[in-house]
């Protein structure tokens, strides 16, 4: 059974530092792996896809990687801001789910100004 | 803006209301489905409706009844809700391919307090 991990559930550091966040999964059977944003009270959204065949994906400031093999998806920023203050989720879409996504459980980002 | 539209934003019902959460997409998308996000939890897949047909249903109590007129827009009635209910709920949108479920797209949520 496909599980998704997120470590850590939190994570605060200080305006202007690149970070990473981390995106785990048992089963490299999938077809693709999405980060999302979630700020407060709000809907999510859709930040960079990538697909099974794909070794990273970039947009702006996020760089996003997936190694099928050891089961990891990394969601690297560079030069945090305070407005990247949000909660991360990931997803697969494993091989053997009826239009089901696997969700990791999030990390939670503050970046102190 | 996400091309998907949620109304209400928020909703206070009681346990023996009838209201309706309504969900439109303004993407092309063909599937759309509904989401419930309670707090310290995973999201949890409600239903799926690919092409108007419903696709999935992760055994969602019956005092839930989705309903999707056309690929545009989904509808979750809700009647004799408990306050366990009391939760974000969301629509999504994607464009799927065969098995694939493709780029989701949410909308901004329903607030839904039960009292």
């Known amino acids: 059974k496909q599980e998704v991990t997120q470590i850590p559930a939190a994570l605060s550091v200080p305006e202007g530092e690149n970070l990473v966040l981390n995106c785990s999964f048992t089963d490299s059977a999938i077809y693709n792996l999405q980060w999302f944003r979630q700020d407060p009270g709000k809907g999510l959204t859709s930040l960079l896809l990538i697909q099974s065949s794909q070794r990273e994906q970039t947009s702006g400031r996020l760089n996003a990687s997936l190694d099928k093999s050891s089961g990891r998806s990394t969601l690297y920023i560079a030069a945090s801001q305070p407005g990247d203050s949000a909660t991360y989720l990931c997803a697969v879409d494993p091989h053997d789910s009826n239009y089901q996504l696997i969700w990791g459980a999030g990390t939670k980002l503050i970046i102190k100004p | 803006e996400t091309g998907v539209t949620q109304t209400p934003r928020h909703l206070v019902m009681g346990m023996t209301n009838k209201k309706s959460l309504k969900c439109e997409q303004h993407l092309g998308h063909n599937a759309m489905y509904w989401y419930k996000q309670s707090a310290k939890k995973p999201l949890e897949l409600m239903f799926v409706?690919?092409?108007?047909?419903?696709?999935e249903n992760n055994s969602v109590p019956s005092r839930f009844s989705p309903e999707c007129p056309n690929s545009s827009h989904l509808f979750l009635h809700l009647h004799t809700l408990q306050p366990e209910d009391s939760a974000l709920y969301l629509c999504?949108?994607?464009?799927?391919?065969?098995?694939?479920?493709?780029?989701?797209?949410f909308g901004e949520g329903s607030r839904l307090t039960v009292l």
């Open positions: 999504a949108s994607s464009r799927t391919s065969g098995r694939l479920i493709g780029e989701l797209f």
């Open positions: 409706y690919n092409f108007k047909e419903q696709t």
